[in-house]
């Protein structure tokens, strides 16, 4: 066994791959010989990704689609499976946040937020299963969970909910699928700066009382996370199903 990252003839799908987190996680892949489906709602942000694969010397195909919509969450499976006979790797990525005081939460926030990061989450990963995997006898599946899915964020309610339910989502589609040869793991990202966090770290005092927390003094970035997707996704983590790696400066292992 070679231990070095490497997915040339890997052929790879990646949710929310317009920006930030998912945009570092395909630029990785593709850099590394994959060939990259890119998806979210926006065509445009998934072509600035695309072209920088290409110019990089990668494959890249953009796909657009609503994936808080199962029917169209079956129609993209649908649509990869008459591009490509095989699907090896899936990154969920994509994800919302509706920040409210959870007393003023409606009905239409709540299941906004959990269609998006936790629902969709699954049914994309079992249309790629069934679809994809279990015939191929082989697979590897990343979904990104969050800090939140371990402590507390305040007006975050249902985000936190999700991502504790994408943690343990995780755990059982990797007891199910471990005899089809299908790895299962999931990430927990802390505060990384994108674009939507930067405006967030512009108040001091919350940067201040967030740093005191996070032995590692400072936010991520968002190739640190993708660092840890590609790593899960590479032959070197073929015995590690179920995990959910912890990408936080030491933000969920802070004691007093």
């Keep these: 066994m070679k231990f070095e990252l490497n997915f040339t003839n890997k052929i790879v799908c990646v949710t929310g791959a317009g920006r930030g987190i998912g945009k570092s996680i395909a630029l990785g892949f593709g850099s590394l010989g994959a060939h990259v489906f890119l998806v979210s709602r926006n065509m445009n942000q998934l072509q600035e990704t695309a072209q920088e694969i290409i110019q990089a010397g990668g494959e890249a195909s953009p796909l657009v689609c609503d994936l808080s919509k199962v029917d169209e969450i079956n129609k993209l499976v649908t649509g990869i499976k008459k591009i490509s006979p095989k699907l090896d790797i899936l990154v969920n990525n994509h994800g919302a946040n509706i920040k409210l005081p959870s007393e003023t939460y409606n009905e239409e926030d709540w299941d906004l937020t959990l269609d998006t990061n936790l629902k969709s989450y699954f049914f994309l990963a079992t249309a790629v299963a069934r679809e994809f995997m279990i015939p191929q006898q082989s697979g590897k599946i990343i979904s990104l969970a969050s800090i939140g899915g371990l402590t507390a964020i305040v007006k975050s309610a249902a985000y936190c909910s999700s991502k504790g339910g994408v943690i343990q989502m995780t755990k059982v589609l990797a007891c199910e699928w471990a005899k089809h040869n299908i790895?299962?793991?999931?990430?927990?990202?802390?505060?990384i700066k994108t674009q939507l966090v930067k405006e967030t770290l512009k108040n001091k005092d919350f940067v201040k009382s967030l740093m005191s927390r996070i032995p590692a003094g400072r936010?991520?970035?968002?190739?640190?996370?993708?660092?840890?997707?590609?790593?899960?996704?590479?032959?070197?983590?073929?015995?590690?199903?179920?995990?959910?790696?912890?990408?936080?400066?030491?933000?969920?292992?802070?004691?007093?």
């Design 219 to 256: 936010c991520g970035e968002p190739s640190e996370v993708a660092g840890g997707v590609l790593f899960l996704a590479s032959d070197l983590a073929n015995y590690i199903t179920g995990h959910t790696l912890m990408i936080d400066g030491g933000f969920s292992s802070f004691g007093i």
């Design 183 to 191: 790895q299962v793991n999931a990430v927990g990202p802390a505060y």
